[in-house]
C-alpha cells in the first residue's frame, strides 16, 4: 500500500506541476498578447507568437475537436491503465508516463475550456519555419522520445542476453 501510495506521488507531482506550468505559459501569452501577435525572443530563429490551434498536431485534424477530446480521453485511460506493461519501472519509462500525462491533460484542458489549444514557441530559420507549439507539446514529444529510446534499450538487452 505504502508502495502505491508513493508510486502515485511520484508521478502525479510532477505531472500536476508540469500541467501548471503549461497552463501558465498559455495564460500569459492569452493575457499579454493579441492573436497572431509574434514577438522575437532571438531575432531570426526564435519568436513568441499566439496561435490558436483548433486541430492536433500542426493543425491536423482541424474542426474535430470532439474527436481530440475523446481520444484524449481514452489515451489517459490506456496510459493509466497500462502503465507498467507500457512503460516498465526504469526511469526513462517513468518520466515518459509523466511527460505523456502532463502534456496530453494539458492541451485537453485547452480544448475543453477554450476549444482550442494554445501555442506559442515559433521557431524559424530564415524561411523555413516549425510549426508552433506550446509546453504541453514539448512534454508529449519529449516523453514519445524517452519511451522509444528505453524501448530500444530494453530490446538491445533482451539480444544480449540481458533482458
Same mark, same amino acid.
Given at each position: 500500500?505504502?508502495?502505491?501510495?508513493? %508510486?502515485?506521488?511520484?508521478?502525479? $507531482? +510532477?505531472?500536476?506541476?508540469?500541467?501548471?506550468?503549461?497552463?501558465? !505559459?498559455?495564460? @500569459?501569452?492569452?493575457?499579454?498578447? !493579441?492573436?497572431?501577435?509574434?514577438? +522575437?525572443?532571438?531575432?531570426?530563429?526564435? %519568436?513568441?507568437?499566439?496561435?490558436?490551434?483548433?486541430?492536433? !498536431?500542426?493543425?491536423?485534424?482541424?474542426?474535430?475537436?470532439?474527436?481530440?477530446?475523446?481520444?484524449?480521453?481514452?489515451?489517459?485511460?490506456?496510459?493509466?491503465?497500462?502503465?507498467?506493461?507500457?512503460?516498465?519501472?526504469?526511469?526513462?519509462?517513468?518520466?515518459?508516463?509523466?511527460?505523456?500525462?502532463?502534456?496530453?491533460?494539458?492541451?485537453?484542458?485547452?480544448?475543453? $475550456?477554450?476549444?482550442?489549444? @494554445?501555442?506559442?514557441?515559433?521557431?524559424?530559420?530564415?524561411? %523555413?519555419?516549425? +510549426?508552433?507549439?506550446? @509546453? !504541453?507539446?514539448?512534454?508529449?514529444? @519529449?516523453? $514519445?522520445?524517452?519511451?522509444?529510446?528505453?524501448?530500444?534499450?530494453?530490446?538491445?538487452?533482451?539480444?544480449?542476453?540481458?533482458?
Amino acid at each position: 500500500m505504502k508502495k502505491n501510495i508513493l %508510486s502515485i506521488f511520484f508521478h502525479l $507531482v +510532477p505531472s500536476f506541476l508540469l500541467i501548471a506550468l503549461d497552463q501558465a !505559459a498559455k495564460y @500569459v501569452v492569452r493575457t499579454n498578447f !493579441a492573436l497572431h501577435e509574434s514577438r +522575437p525572443v532571438i531575432s531570426g530563429f526564435f %519568436s513568441l507568437t499566439y496561435v490558436q490551434n483548433r486541430g492536433a !498536431a500542426w493543425g491536423v485534424l482541424s474542426g474535430w475537436g470532439l474527436l481530440l477530446v475523446a481520444l484524449a480521453v481514452v489515451m489517459l485511460a490506456v496510459l493509466a491503465r497500462y502503465r507498467r506493461t507500457i512503460f516498465g519501472d526504469g526511469a526513462f519509462g517513468r518520466i515518459s508516463f509523466v511527460l505523456l500525462i502532463a502534456g496530453i491533460i494539458g492541451n485537453l484542458i485547452d480544448r475543453v $475550456v477554450l476549444g482550442h489549444v @494554445v501555442d506559442f514557441l515559433d521557431f524559424h530559420v530564415g524561411q %523555413s519555419h516549425f +510549426p508552433a507549439f506550446n @509546453v !504541453a507539446d514539448s512534454c508529449i514529444c @519529449v516523453g $514519445v522520445g524517452l519511451y522509444m529510446i528505453s524501448s530500444f534499450r530494453v530490446e538491445g538487452q533482451k539480444a544480449k542476453g540481458k533482458g
